[in-house]
């Protein structure tokens, strides 16, 4: 499976990004979509993650009630919809994929499928 994120750039405090994912290769059904973030000089962190049936949803605290993730099963694809940005928020963001759930914060070792990853800059 091919992962091709996109939407990143640059945006002033409090603004919005949306980023997307799309895969393309697909040869698993597609369990958890998964958003990690890695600014530099730090390690790679979870974001949030969805199952496919969309019922479960999990964010990390530091962008719980701003970020939300969704999917559509039909496109295999994920989107990260990031409001009230802040400079912390800026990183390379990565999106993921699993054949399996579970349930809670995601550790990136459960994930074998990555995007080339989007950078957003949030500028204070």
């Known amino acids: 499976v091919q992962l091709q994120a996109s939407g990143g750039g640059w945006v002033q405090a409090g603004g919005s990004l949306r980023l997307s994912c799309a895969a393309s290769?697909?040869?698993?059904?597609?369990?958890?979509w998964a958003w990690f973030r890695q600014a530099p000089g730090k390690e790679r962190e979870f974001v949030a993650a969805?199952?496919?049936?969309?019922?479960?949803?999990y964010y990390a605290d530091s962008v719980k009630g701003r970020f939300t993730i969704s999917r559509e099963n039909d496109k295999n694809t994920v989107y990260l919809q990031m409001n009230s940005l802040k400079p912390d928020d800026t990183a390379v963001y990565y999106c993921?994929?699993?054949?399996?759930?579970?349930?809670?914060?995601?550790?990136?070792?459960?994930?074998?499928?990555w995007g080339q990853g989007t950078l957003v800059t949030v500028s204070s």
């Open positions: 993921a994929a699993n054949r399996e759930w579970s349930a809670g914060s995601q550790s990136p070792n459960r994930f074998g499928s």
């Open positions: 290769r697909v040869t698993f059904v597609i369990a958890t």
């Open positions: 969805i199952s496919r049936s969309m019922t479960s949803t």
